[in-house]
């Protein structure tokens, strides 16, 4: 199969706003190619959706960061049967980060996430194919925190209360990339935690240390099936799709990597990693 990319505004009614998401979905058309700004898509804009009925998957991204770079798992997810919904967080995003770093979009990612599930499973390009009963999160970073919320965490502010976040009983699977579990160190945070986690750390990050996810991860709950993996030799961004060569420059870190790092070759192998958990679980 190939992938299809379809636009999708998502609406908050409680806070009287939208935002962007796209969703890469199953296509037997050959990909023509989509370019949104400066991101290439192996994908076709709105081609006809593949039949069948498909897990959802949303992914999301890392405080101030982008919806669109995810695009290597995004793709690879879709090609093999599945709908996978990328939304920008709003004010976390990379263009506006009025609220980046802050308890009010600690407290809203999780909410947002759902609620671009929720536009999937109730829009009629996709609401004959989206299985509702097969809906899992893949997040980075921040995306990461969302993801362990949205699977029933309970993260605690920086004045030491329980930011009020909203679970998605409704995630069968979770796969945190470099996740900020900070928010987590509370020794009951993630006492509601159920269902499988993939974990994929960096060997040489600096933003969220192996370490200190360690030390909050080994307090899930015995029932919770959870693998963590260090990748060698990789960084923080390494989780992000490979950049065009036009904006890698040594100033901008999400484009960089440690030395010897090669983010391309990585990102061969994430994908599929990705999928093989996925699928081996929903």
Sequence with gaps: MHSGLHHL?????ELGLTFPAIVQYPTLEPPAGTQIGPYPFDATLDAPI?????????????GGSSH???RTVATHLA???????????PGDNRNDRSLMN???????????????????LESPFFRQVADASRLCVVGHSMGGYTALAMMGGQPWSRSRLPVNVRKDARIKAAVL????????????????????LLVLAAEHDDVTPVHRMRQVLERLPNTVPMTLQVIEGAGHFS???????????ADFPPSTDP??????QFHLALPQMVHAFLASVL
Excluded: K
Aim: net charge negative.
């Design 68 to 70: 669109l770079l995810h």
């Design 177 to 196: 990339m470099a996740p900020a579990t900070d928010w987590y160190m509370a020794p009951d945070s993630l006492d509601g935690v159920s269902g499988p």
């Design 79 to 89: 090609q093999h049967g599945f709908i996978v919904v990328c939304q920008e967080h």
């Design 50 to 62: 593949a039949q069948g009925r498909f897990p959802v998957c949303v992914i999301s991204h890392g």
């Design 259 to 264: 030395e010897g790092f090669d983010r391309e």
């Design 9 to 13: 505004q998502v609406r908050d009614a």
């Design 102 to 120: 802050t308890d009010t979009s600690a407290a809203n990612r999780p909410g947002h996430a759902t609620l671009a599930i929720n536009a999937v």
């Design 239 to 249: 989780f992000l799709s490979p950049f065009p060569a036009a904006m890698r420059r």
